[in-house]
């Protein structure tokens, strides 16, 4: 990236409806649909289905700093899924729907631990939040179908 741009990945469930509400956000430049955190190289979305991949459905957004800010990216991440339920988000069920933050810089690991921590304190939620706060790992892009799912088919049923 460069001094315009910044990177975050967050995963937040199924990947369609996470992209389809960070791409409206202002100052985010591009959306990526992929898969993170698993055990090996290149899985394709059927891999990854199976549940066994240990990769997470997961969204890379490439944002413009000076107009959002990564603290505001993680406040809509906290509010689109349920950080408390474990490998589940609606009726989707696996460790591919995790709930995880992959941070890029130490920066953004300390900021993300520390919003958790907030959160929690905060009462906001009955349940323990389970997210993963790891280390960005590699990104492997989502087949073409995938990307801007929802803008592509004119919208749909999003769990979130």
Same mark, same amino acid.
């Given at each position: 990236?460069n001094?315009?741009t910044?990177i975050a990945?967050f995963?937040a469930?199924?990947?369609?409806? @996470?992209?389809?509400?960070f ?8 959306t990526? @649909? ?5 055990r090996?190289?290149? +899985?394709?979305?059927?891999? @990854?289905?199976?549940? &066994?991949?240990?990769h997470?459905?997961?969204l890379?957004i490439?944002?413009d +700093?000076?107009q959002v800010?990564?603290?505001q990216?993680?406040e @809509?991440?906290w509010?689109?899924h349920?950080p408390?339920t474990k490998?589940r988000?609606g009726?989707?069920i696996g460790?591919?729907y995790r709930s995880?933050i992959c ?7 300390k ?13 906001k939620?009955?349940?323990?939040i389970?997210?993963?706060?790891? +280390?960005?790992s590699t990104?492997y892009?989502?087949?073409?179908y995938?990307?801007?799912?929802y803008?592509?088919r004119g919208?749909? &049923?999003c769990y979130?």
């Amino acid at each position: 990236m460069n001094d315009n741009t910044q990177i975050a990945t967050f995963a937040a469930g199924c990947f369609w409806g @996470v992209e389809e509400i960070f791409r409206k956000i202002k100052g985010v430049r591009s959306t990526t @649909v992929g898969y993170t955190g698993g055990r090996f190289e290149n +899985p394709t979305y059927e891999d @990854v289905c199976t549940d &066994r991949t240990g990769h997470a459905e997961a969204l890379q957004i490439q944002y413009d +700093p000076k107009q959002v800010s990564y603290e505001q990216l993680l406040e @809509v991440f906290w509010n689109i899924h349920d950080p408390t339920t474990k490998n589940r988000q609606g009726p989707d069920i696996g460790s591919q729907y995790r709930s995880m933050i992959c941070y890029h810089t130490p920066e953004q690991g300390k900021i993300a631990i520390k919003a958790k921590e907030e959160l929690e304190r905060s009462g906001k939620f009955r349940n323990k939040i389970v997210t993963e706060i790891v +280390p960005a790992s590699t990104f492997y892009k989502a087949e073409e179908y995938h990307q801007k799912y929802y803008q592509k088919r004119g919208g749909g &049923r999003c769990y979130l």
